[in-house]
T-cell receptor, first 111, second 116 residues
Framework: DAKTTQPNSMESNEEEPVHLPCNHS???????IHWYRQLPSQGPEYVIH???SNVNNRMASLAIAEDRKSSTLILHRATLRDAAVYYC????????????FGRGTQLTVWP | GAVVSQHPSWVICKSGTSVKIECRSL??????MFWYRQFPKQSLMLMAT?????????EQGVEKDKFLINHASLTLSTLTVTSAHPEDSSFYIC????????????FGQGTRLTVV
């Protein structure tokens, strides 16, 4: 299994930035870092992924530590629709595309 | 992002019957599809991996004769829960990936199965 550690829960106010941390100390050189989020009663949604460099897309930014043992998902301005469980997952070449989900971080956004 | 369609969204069946769930990748060819199960307030648990035209690979502890997976084409995979029992009631989610490229996984909306 791909091992990552995330806080169980975090809270934010609407329109404030949110930094969701993830530790992955066992990461190897070819492992990609993926982030997904899941709203209640829905399938997960792809958010972003990266290897070494920081990544930006329309949903979020991914900041990857220089040693790659941790990463941070950044939501620049949280909205109520961003309230979800966020999963940080290592995509390992050895697992042939399989993604193993941990418990994730429940993000609560207050109006 | 890519679209993965899962059908039905919810189903109620009687104990002992079988239920088929379909998963389609609508705008890309999925070399590999995955099936997950999720119980309330828990994370997703990977059940099996299917590649087009070959037998599915099941995770440890998942009964392959109970959860039949068919991946007949690059856009369609099906999961059949055979002889369903109340303990099989769960949220089933499929995922599709094109492993030829370095992209993320895309998920269906899930199927809520209730066995009565």
């Amino acid at each position: 299994d791909a091992k990552t550690t995330q806080p169980n829960s975090m809270e934010s106010n609407e329109e404030e930035p949110v930094h969701l941390p993830c530790n992955h100390s066992t990461i190897s050189g070819t492992d990609y870092i993926h982030w997904y989020r899941q709203l209640p009663s829905q399938g997960p949604e792809y958010v972003i992924h990266g290897l070494t460099s920081n990544v930006n897309n329309r949903m979020a930014s991914l900041a990857i530590a220089e040693d790659r043992k941790s990463s941070t998902l950044i939501l620049h301005r949280a909205t109520l629709r961003d309230a979800a469980v966020y999963y940080c997952i290592l995509d390992r070449g050895s697992t042939l595309g399989r993604l193993y989900f941990g418990r994730g971080t429940q993000l609560t956004v207050w109006p | 992002g890519a679209v993965v369609s899962q059908h039905p969204s919810w189903v109620i069946c009687k104990s002992g019957t079988s239920v088929k769930i379909e998963c389609r990748s609508l705008d890309f060819q999925a070399t590999t599809m995955f099936w997950y199960r999720q119980f309330p307030k828990q994370s997703l648990m990977l059940m099996a991996t299917s590649n087009e035209g070959s037998k599915a690979t099941y995770e440890q502890g998942v009964e392959k004769d109970k959860f039949l997976i068919n991946h007949a084409s690059l856009t369609l995979s099906t999961l059949t829960v055979t002889s369903a029992h109340p303990e099989d009631s769960s949220f089933y989610i499929c995922s599709a990936r094109d492993l030829q490229g370095v992209v993320g996984a895309f998920f269906g909306q899930g199927t809520r199965l209730t066995v009565v």
